[in-house]
């Protein structure tokens, strides 16, 4: 009888140690987990921050990129309103001017037709040359199109 | 005892955190930028009721055919107009693209230009 209960208190005792035991080790084990998760995470979220910033980067050349269009849009439109003025500044009749003084309203369209030309290649992607950069003054500007072609002009 | 040990130990283990990278980036289209016009000038002649015979004249002397293509003075403004809408449209086009290639190629792409 007392030797079975002793047997049946040593099954136990041993139980509780292997059980013990097993369990230690698990903890161990999952010890180990949580702290390669806890690496794993500082790295997550210093890699976030670095995305953060480039968003935040790649937001402000969007946003320089836009405001470049933009303002390349309103130099255009000035310059198109420029050339209606030309035509019709003060109810100036072009075909009227060009019966009186045939020659030298020629050698002007010749002249502004030339410009437009060089304007039209500028557009498209022709490189300015020294002196269209240089240009300040009215003089020397391509006054068909001076916000493209003279970059150093300053409308006064 | 030891069954329901390692039973319970088991259910409530740690999972390792795994994080992917599969980010894939397309190839580059890097295309090169269309050439620059090279345009040629062209001559306008002004002809009035007052100066066609001469005008004519002139052109029969330079061996050039006494024809002309004729635009009012009214017309003449629309096509100025129009040649400078293309062109304003042609800059902003060029400019986009400009825009495009500096935000999406990297320095290297562009130095390899």
Known sequence: ?156 | MLILTIFLTSCSGVKTLEIFKTEVEREKLNLDKPTPLELENLRWIIITSNNAEEVFKKLEEQGIDPVLWGLTDKDFELLAKNFARIRNQLKITNDLLDQYKEYYETETDKKDK
């Open chain 1, 1 to 156: 009888m007392f030797g079975s209960i002793r047997i049946f208190m040593i099954g136990i005792m041993a139980t509780a140690v292997i059980g013990g035991g097993v369990y230690v080790m698990k903890l161990r084990s999952d010890n180990a987990i949580l702290k390669a998760n806890a690496i794993k995470m500082e790295s997550a979220i210093t890699e976030q921050q670095e995305l953060i910033t480039k968003q935040k980067e790649d937001f402000q050349e969007i946003l320089a990129a836009n405001k470049k269009m933009n303002q390349l849009v309103s130099v255009l439109k000035k310059d198109l309103e420029d050339l209606d003025k030309r035509f019709n500044k003060k109810n100036r009749d072009v075909g009227k001017l060009a019966i009186a003084k045939t020659k030298s309203i020629e050698r002007i369209t010749n002249g502004a037709s030339a410009l437009a030309t060089r304007c039209i290649e500028i557009a498209s992607g022709s490189p300015l040359t020294e002196k269209e950069k240089n240009a300040t003054k009215k003089s020397e500007i391509n006054s068909e199109c001076p916000s493209i072609a003279n970059p150093n002009y300053i409308p006064y």
